[in-house]
């Protein structure tokens, strides 16, 4: 879609969203920077980035002493979420909520990784961060190489930008999904969280940042940075206001040849067929396709029999043939007898911050599996295993009625309303 530019050349910022700014700018100092959660996230961006550098020169120095570092980078060059469990582990603590668990288990589950490549990722990951910190004017570069290689699928800008924002703050921007629908919003782009996209969202921001930086500057502001009072008040906008930046959206402002290129650059599960399928599993084609019939018009489907038979197998070729040759992808989960609603859906999960107590609501596998899913065009598979270990009816709550009727909303027991995107698909 092309349209005409709803501001001058140079400027980034839609004027006509100008008076809508100010008011949600307004509402956001009066109601959040000095709360308890507000004061915390402010303490939070001197404590990363602090951490963060002598995270990325203790690792130089390990380098240069000729010790392996791969394991070090994954660690502690990358943000992990404020967990219970993650506190305990030897990680980067940071507020981008992007890691929550083990990331090896998360990428492998996912079919982005193989186990043996994480030492390469990990020195692929050195280099990428060594290359922007010492050669900030190559930061495009830097993007493309690191994403060309075989093993760098799922490490986006969320992933990847916080320790690059650590050391060289004033060059590069904090960008997260927050951060980055906000800034869509205001400037009428469509950029994504490809790491190949944040060149351009990178300077995007800046110049964003600096055409608002007069109306931010109002009474009562805290004695922060622009860009990380911006980030903050993204935050407060996605996360706690839940503003409906969708329903206003203004037009998509594009350029002819970026669009192409970013159709080329979507990147496309390897194709495969029905009959390597077949070969794989040895059933028979016909009778795969009839269970694939099934599946289309159910939109998910329960594999049952005697312990060790094969029935995971099966459910993960299935679903490799759903996504072949798309932008879909597959999950798994694991049930057990102490799996729960929260662990599933989502619920209050106590994390220590700063010393306090603080009782966030976290979403579960399920709400994470569904918002990845409604960034993609195709079918996405989310593949439980052991269905029958947990208290299904418990641990699906509101899912129970959502699988039966697809195109019904209904709120869930926080309150919030949710529905299965239609792209969705579920294997037991």
Request: aromatic fraction near 12%; include cysteine; hydrophobic fraction near 30%.
């Given at each position: 879609m092309i349209t005409k530019k709803l501001h001058n050349d140079g400027q980034v910022f839609i004027l006509e969203k100008n008076n809508e700014f100010i008011k949600l700018f307004?509402?956001?100092?009066?109601?959040?920077?000095?709360?308890?959660?507000?004061?915390?996230?402010?303490?939070?961006?001197?404590?990363?980035?602090q951490k963060g550098k002598e995270n990325f020169q203790a690792i130089v120095s390990a380098y240069e002493s000729g010790e392996d570092i791969s394991e070090l980078v994954l660690l502690q060059l990358l943000p992990y979420a404020p967990t219970a469990n993650n506190s305990q582990r030897n990680v980067w603590v940071h507020n981008t909520l992007v890691i929550t668990n083990d990331i090896k288990e998360w990428f492998e589950n996912a079919g982005w990784t193989?186990?043996?490549?994480?030492?390469?990722?990990?020195?692929?990951?050195?280099?990428?961060?060594?290359?922007?910190?010492?050669?900030?004017?190559?930061?495009?570069?830097?993007?493309?190489?690191?994403?060309?290689?075989?093993?760098?699928?799922?490490?986006?800008?969320?992933?990847?930008t916080p320790i690059l924002n650590a050391i060289r703050s004033n060059e590069f921007l904090l960008i997260n999904n927050k951060s980055l629908k906000v800034i869509?919003?205001?400037?009428?782009?469509?950029?994504?969280?490809?790491?190949?996209?944040?060149?351009?969202?990178?300077?995007?921001?800046?110049?964003?940042?600096?055409?608002?930086?007069?109306?931010?500057?109002?009474?009562?502001i805290p004695s922060m940075r622009d860009d990380d009072l911006f980030?903050?008040?993204?935050?407060?906008?996605?996360?706690?206001?839940k503003y409906d930046l969708a329903r206003n959206r203004p037009p998509i402002i594009y350029e002819v040849n970026k669009l192409l290129v970013e159709v080329k650059a979507i990147e496309m599960q390897p194709k495969y067929s029905l009959k390597e399928c077949a070969l794989d599993t040895g059933i028979e084609e016909e009778t795969l396709f009839n269970w694939l019939k099934a599946i289309e018009r159910k939109k998910q489907a329960i594999f049952y029999g005697s312990p060790g038979?094969?029935?995971?197998?099966?459910?993960?070729?299935?679903?490799?043939?759903?996504?072949?040759?798309s932008d879909g992808f597959v999950d798994i989960v694991q049930f057990h007898p102490a799996y729960t609603y929260e662990d599933f859906i989502?619920?209050?999960?106590?994390?220590?911050?700063?010393?306090?107590?603080?009782?966030?609501?976290v979403n579960g596998r399920f709400l994470n599996f569904c918002e990845e899913a409604c960034r993609r065009q195709n079918i996405?598979?989310?593949?439980?295993?052991?269905?029958?270990?947990?208290?299904?009816?418990?641990?699906?709550?509101?899912?129970?009625?959502?699988?039966?009727?697809?195109d019904e909303k209904m709120p869930l027991a926080a309150g919030e309303v949710f529905s299965i995107p239609s792209c969705s698909e579920l294997q037991t």
């Open positions: 307004k509402e956001f100092i009066s109601s959040y920077p000095y709360t308890p959660d507000g004061l915390r996230h402010q303490k939070s961006y001197h404590e990363q980035r193989k186990s043996k490549d994480w030492s390469k990722i990990g020195q692929a990951i050195f280099n990428f961060v060594c290359q922007c910190n010492n050669y900030p004017n190559q930061l495009v570069e830097a993007c493309k190489e690191f994403s060309k290689l075989d093993y760098s699928k799922g490490f986006q800008t969320g992933m990847l869509n919003y205001f400037t009428g782009k469509s950029h994504s969280r490809k790491l190949t996209d944040y060149p351009v969202i990178n300077a995007t921001g800046k110049t964003l940042i600096a055409e608002l930086g007069p109306n931010m500057r109002q009474t009562g980030d903050m008040f993204c935050h407060w906008l996605v996360a706690v206001k038979t094969g029935k995971t197998y099966i459910a993960k070729k299935l679903a490799k043939y759903l996504t072949g040759g989502q619920g209050i999960r106590p994390q220590r911050i700063d010393g306090e107590l603080d009782y966030p609501l996405c598979v989310l593949i439980i295993d052991e269905i029958n270990r947990a208290n299904v009816a418990r641990v699906f709550g509101e899912l129970m009625y959502l699988l039966e009727y697809r």
